[in-house]
């Protein structure tokens, strides 16, 4: 997934719009983007859409946090439903997500096959307990981050500094999701850019995220699909110097390394020449 798109869950106009998109995966939001009083309706718009939905699009259904009253309704609802994933707001630790992929195993859908997104890092506690998310359950399949609930949490004014580049703390959360995705040997997808008028803004964050390794990253208007898949799409030539260095270090004579275009090459060039070509798969 390169670009996932947030919806309102009791929207049913934004989602016809989103369908028809350019997004990899749209994101039916009951939590942030639902007022309290349109909670349950949320669920009923939820549900109306998966039946009358067939699509090709990844579908993901964010539950409300398991700190509130909700999210229990919502599992009631959403794990029959067996969208593509759930994604978990707030999780705390691995123990939310093992909550969360006992509901979906328990579910009466005898298909389902719905995995599982922790958006980490939106709570003091989910930063240090970021290693709880290794092995915590099998469905869970990528980590994602948050500062905006973050910076709620601990009394901050803003999350960014006046040229918009995040505060060190912020930065931390961030990293602490990329080694915790690659710690759990899970996917790691960048969090949103909120500025949605700002192309180059956006843009510039994109390529460092998928520099530095997440494999994606959430949006919020529909006019940032566009530059995230150009960003995060593998380009071919990309794909094709990834090729050459598997080739080079399967076929070596010097055991694990090997000489490329000059350069000495070894497992670590190994492993992220597999990754790259692992994304372009996915």
């Not at 998966?50 to 946090?65: D, G, L, Y």
């Not at 092995?135 to 500062?147: D, F, M, P, V």
């Not at 931390?172 to 759990?184: I, Q, T, V």
Request: proline share 2%.
């Amino acid at each position: 997934m390169r670009s996932l798109l947030f919806v309102p869950a009791d929207d049913a106009k934004k989602q016809a719009k989103a369908l028809n998109s350019e997004t990899d995966a749209i994101i039916l939001d009951m939590e942030d983007s639902v007022s309290l009083k349109n909670k349950v309706m949320a669920r009923d718009v939820v549900k109306e859409f998966f039946a009358q939905t067939s699509t090709e699009k990844i579908i993901i259904v964010r539950i409300n946090a398991l700190d509130t009253e909700f999210w229990r309704d919502d599992m009631a609802v959403i794990a029959d439903l067996a969208p593509d994933y759930i994604l978990v707001p707030k999780a705390r630790s691995g123990e939310d997500i093992a909550t969360i992929n006992a509901l979906i195993e328990k579910s009466s859908n005898a298909a389902n096959k719905t995995k599982i997104i922790a958006l980490v890092t939106e709570t003091p506690e989910s930063i240090f307990n970021m290693a709880s998310f290794k092995n915590c359950a099998n469905r869970l399949s990528a980590l994602t981050w948050g500062a905006e609930d973050l910076s709620a949490e601990i009394g901050a004014q803003t999350n960014k500094d006046q040229n918009g580049v995040y505060f060190p703390v912020y930065q931390l959360a961030r990293s602490w999701c990329l080694l915790g995705a690659s710690n759990a040997e899970v996917s790691a997808i960048d969090s949103v850019f909120t500025n949605f008028k700002d192309d180059d803004g956006l843009r510039a964050e994109a390529i460092v995220a998928k520099t530095e390794g997440f494999w994606g990253k959430m949006i919020i208007h529909p006019r940032q699909i566009k530059i995230v898949n150009e960003v995060f799409t593998v380009s071919d030539s990309e794909i094709a110097h990834a090729k050459e260095v598997i080739d080079a270090i399967e076929n070596s004579k010097m055991g694990g390394v090997a000489q490329l275009n000059g350069e000495m090459i070894d497992q670590p060039h190994y492993k992220r020449a597999l990754r790259v070509v692992m994304r372009q798969q996915k």
